[in-house]
């Protein structure tokens, strides 16, 4: 999965958010390493919306323009969770090979 995808999808795992808020969230999720343009965004959001992993929330006009809100969907969510877990297992063999006998013998030597 893409990084964008990944982040997309998280930012939508707790609340509905309009597009917006979405670019928000992904800057704060990324911690600023990600800024995400509008037109990457909803390219992304069509895309996720065709596959069925996301939704439309709800639509308002907000000062004269519609504004969408999108929100994961059954799908999004599961898919979301395989990807969390699958990072989470890549990580733990990462933490547990940098803890191996590699790291020790090149402590041992310096």
Do not use: F, W
Request: proline share 2%; charged share 25%.
């Amino acid at each position: 999965m893409q990084e964008s995808t990944l982040l997309l999808l998280t930012a939508l795992a707790d609340a509905p958010r309009h597009g917006y808020a979405l670019i928000k969230e992904i800057d704060a999720i990324s911690g600023g390493r990600v800024t995400m343009r509008t037109g990457t965004l909803y390219g992304a959001l069509d895309r996720l919306l065709q596959q069925g992993l996301i939704e439309v929330a709800a639509e308002e006009v907000v000062d004269g323009r519609a504004r969408r809100s999108y929100a994961l969907t059954g799908a999004g969510r599961d898919v979301l969770a395989t990807e969390a877990e699958r990072l989470r297992a890549v990580a733990a063999e990462a933490q547990r090979r940098l803890g191996g006998p590699a790291v020790h013998t090149r402590r041992a030597l310096a």
